[in-house]
């Protein structure tokens, strides 16, 4: 989650990819008030970002009222495995 300050505003210049990484913050309520008041308006003016914000608040929805899974124990050890030596470039000791 990106630190916003209470005088944080949005930019003229700001682009709808930088108020996509917004949206998450927006939707977990992380967002400062006049900084969502200014991304509601842009969402209500730009269809692109509309048609965006609407399908990840349905996807979010979806994915709360799915089951959680247990993962198999050697399915989650081949994970780390993985994510630690090619992702994070770590060995385990």
Do not use: W
Request: charge should be positive; glycine fraction near 2%.
């Amino acid at each position: 989650m990106k630190k916003y300050s209470k005088r944080t505003r949005l930019q003229k210049s700001t682009r709808c990819k930088d108020l996509l990484r917004m949206f998450a913050d927006y939707l977990d309520g992380e967002l400062p008030q006049p900084l969502c008041a200014e991304l509601e308006r842009h969402i209500e003016n730009c269809q692109t970002c509309e048609c965006v914000f609407d399908a990840l608040k349905k996807t979010l929805a979806l994915y709360k009222h799915m089951p959680e899974v247990e993962i198999p124990r050697k399915t989650k050890r081949d994970l780390e495995h993985l994510l630690r030596n090619r992702c994070l470039g770590l060995r385990k000791n």
